[in-house]
């Protein structure tokens, strides 16, 4: 009989499959989030220089509150903009 | 002993020389206030994100300091705000997490081990719509009346939320 693997589906079936999210501070064990490190924090804001919220982040309430304070500590020091536009 | 980080930014106008003399009048000070200085750390010219008094760049420094109390502060602080050759700065009293980052980051290794675990797991996008709400636990009788009124009104946000997004 012809095993999953032969078949070909016309769309890729794993689409709308909705991925887990995880806290990935806690998964690589990182226990400080530097506010030195813009390109880092980047990864946390939105094109407008917003803070992401946690449901798109999945990050966990303790690390998004680092997270958050890391982010307007960089912003004080103008490693991160306030407001933008395109910041992506 | 507590664990320190002064970090500021002097104006770029300034030449070399008294970029650096400003710098060291706060090393100085610091060491005069009693603490002594763990690394200190010039991450040079850079450009800001935004103007501050019509500047565009700015010579970043930060010096982290080892001391017995936190009195230092309100005086670096204070020497800081009068100095126009400072544009900005940020005191920040370091946890243990903090040191021991700032030790591996001078031992070089963080950096490229990081940006490899990190840079696959960029956060998943266009998840938004409907968020698998956390499953309440039983906790006790009495609390799951009140926990089924949560999850009514937690449903009823989630359902404005994907309003709002649609």
Request: proline letters at 4%; aromatic letters at 8%.
């Amino acid at each position: 009989m012809a095993s999953r693997d032969d078949i070909k589906f016309l769309s890729n079936p794993k689409i709308g499959n909705q991925r887990k999210k995880y806290c990935r501070f806690k998964k690589y064990g990182i226990k400080y989030i530097d506010y030195k490190d813009p390109d880092f924090l980047l990864q946390f804001i939105n094109a407008q220089g917003k803070i992401l919220p946690r449901r798109i982040t999945g990050n966990s309430l303790k690390y998004q509150r680092k997270m958050a304070s890391s982010i307007k500590r960089a912003r004080h020091l103008a490693m991160l903009p306030y407001v933008t536009d395109l910041l992506k | 002993m507590r664990n320190y980080e002064v970090t500021f930014i002097v104006d770029p106008v300034l030449s070399g020389d008294e970029i650096k003399a400003t710098a060291q009048t706060y090393v100085d000070q610091l060491t005069s206030h009693g603490a002594t200085i763990v690394h200190k750390d010039e991450m040079g010219l850079r450009q800001l994100a935004y103007p501050i008094n019509k500047r565009t760049s700015g010579v970043y420094y930060c010096i982290e300091v080892q001391v017995s109390n936190g009195e230092f502060v309100e005086k670096i602080e204070l020497a800081m705000r009068r100095d126009d050759r400072v544009i900005r700065f940020l005191c920040y009293r370091l946890d243990k997490f903090g040191v021991k980052y700032n030790e591996d980051k001078r031992a070089g290794k963080i950096g490229k081990t990081k940006s490899k675990s990190e840079g696959d797991s960029s956060a998943p996008k266009g998840v938004t719509k409907t968020l698998g709400k956390p499953k309440p636990t039983p906790v006790k009788k009495e609390a799951i009346k009140t926990q089924a009124k949560m999850s009514e009104s937690k449903a009823a946000v989630a359902a404005t939320v994907t309003e709002e997004e649609e």
